[in-house]
C-alpha cells in the first residue's frame, strides 16, 4: 500500500484519485517530460529517469484500478457462494475458456456410446431375426395406401395376412404410400423409385396407376401360363391385367385384381384396388402363387 502512495505522490495527486484524473494528469506529465528533454538534451539521462519513474507509478495505479474492479465484480457474481466463491470463480472461468473443449469431448462420449447402443441394438435385432421362422412371403403394398387407425400398433399387415394362411409361420410387409393425386406424386414417387431399386419382395400389391408403372419397368413375372392353366378356373372376367413392357411392345399378363377378394378386406388400409405382381426375382414364387389362388378363390 505504501507503494500505491508513493506512485500516487510521484504523479503529484491525491491519494486513491479517481482513473480519469489519473489518465489527465499522466498526459499533461508526459508532454512536460518531453518537452523538458528537448530543452534540456545535456541532462537527458536524468529526463529519462523521470519519464521512467513517472511510467511505473502511472501502470502501478492502473494495475490497482484494475484489481479493483476485478474484485468489485467477483464479489457481486461469486459473493453469493461466501466460502465456496474460490471454487465459483475457477469453475466459471474454466467453462468461459474451455467450453467448447468441454462440448466437443461430451460430444464425442455420447456419439460413441450412441455407437455401442445402436451395434448392441443392432445385434438383438439381429439375433432376434435369426431366431424367427424363414418368411413364407415377402410383401410389398405399393400405391395409394394408408394404414387404419384401429389397425394393431405391432405387425397390422402381416398378422392379417397370416390369419387367410394358419399353415404359413411368417410373411413380411411393407407399405410406400403413393398417393393418386398426380400433383402430390412427384416426391412419393422418388421414394418409390428406390424402393423398386433396392427391396426384392416376392410380390408387389398395386393400385392400377402402381400396376401400370411397375409392369412398364420389366420386373413383372409373365403371368400368361398361369392363367390359362392352373389358375383359369377361378379366373373372373376382367381379373386378369395385362399391359407392355418398355421391351416387349406385345401385351401380357402381369397382374391379377384381387380387389373384390373377402380376404382383401382383412388387411387393414385404406384403399381403391390391389392388383398383385410376382417380382421376376422372388424367392417364393410357388408360395406367391399360393397366395394368388387363395385369394381368387374368395372374390365374390
Same mark, same amino acid.
Given at each position: 500500500m505504501d507503494e500505491l502512495k508513493q506512485a500516487y505522490a510521484t504523479m503529484g495527486l491525491p491519494e486513491l484519485a479517481a482513473k480519469e484524473e489519473v489518465e489527465k494528469r499522466y498526459t499533461t506529465l508526459m508532454r512536460q517530460a518531453r518537452s523538458r528533454t528537448q530543452q534540456q538534451k545535456d541532462n537527458a539521462e536524468g529526463s529519462e529517469d523521470s519519464f521512467a519513474k513517472i511510467t511505473q507509478a502511472y501502470r502501478l495505479i492502473l494495475e490497482y484500478e484494475d484489481r479493483k474492479l476485478t474484485d468489485a465484480f467477483n464479489e457481486q457474481e461469486y459473493g453469493k457462494y461466501k466460502k465456496m466463491a474460490g471454487q465459483a470463480q475457477k469453475m466459471d472461468h474454466f467453462w468461459r475458456y474451455y467450453r467448447f473443449h468441454t462440448l466437443g469431448a461430451i460430444a464425442a462420449v455420447a456419439l460413441i456410446i450412441y455407437g455401442v447402443i445402436s451395434f448392441m441394438n443392432y445385434r438383438e435385432e439381429q439375433e432376434r431375426l435369426a431366431n424367427l421362422p424363414p418368411v413364407d412371403l415377402n410383401v410389398s403394398f405399393m400405391g395409394n395406401y394408408m394404414l387404419k387407425e384401429d389397425a394393431p400398433k405391432e405387425e397390422p399387415i402381416e398378422t392379417a395376412l397370416l390369419t387367410a394362411f394358419p399353415e404359413w409361420k411368417r410373411f413380411v410387409a411393407s407399405v410406400t404410400m403413393v398417393p393418386s393425386d398426380e400433383q402430390a406424386q412427384y416426391a412419393y414417387m422418388q421414394k418409390a423409385v428406390l424402393v423398386l431399386a433396392t427391396e426384392h419382395p416376392d410380390v408387389y400389391i398395386m393400385d392400377k396407376g402402381i400396376f401400370e408403372w411397375v409392369g412398364k419397368q420389366g420386373v413383372l413375372m409373365n403371368l400368361d401360363d398361369d392363367v390359362s392353366g392352373e389358375l383359369k378356373p377361378l379366373m373372373k372376367d376382367g381379373v386378369a391385367k395385362k399391359l407392355k413392357?418398355?421391351?416387349?411392345? $406385345?401385351?401380357?399378363?402381369? @397382374? +391379377?385384381? =384381387?380387389?373384390?377378394?373377402?380376404?382383401?378386406?382383412?388387411?387393414?388400409?385404406? #384403399? $381403391?384396388?390391389?392388383?398383385? @405382381? +410376382?417380382? =421376376?426375382?422372388?424367392?417364393?414364387?410357388?408360395?406367391?402363387?399360393?397366395?394368388? #389362388?387363395?385369394?381368387?378363390?374368395?372374390i365374390k
Open positions: 413392357t418398355d421391351e416387349d411392345t $406385345e401385351e401380357h399378363v402381369y @397382374g +391379377i385384381d =384381387l380387389s373384390n377378394s373377402s380376404l382383401v378386406d382383412q388387411v387393414p388400409l385404406y #384403399k $381403391e384396388s390391389m392388383i398383385i @405382381g +410376382i417380382r =421376376l426375382d422372388s424367392k417364393n414364387p410357388d408360395k406367391a402363387k399360393a397366395f394368388i #389362388k387363395k385369394y381368387l378363390a374368395t
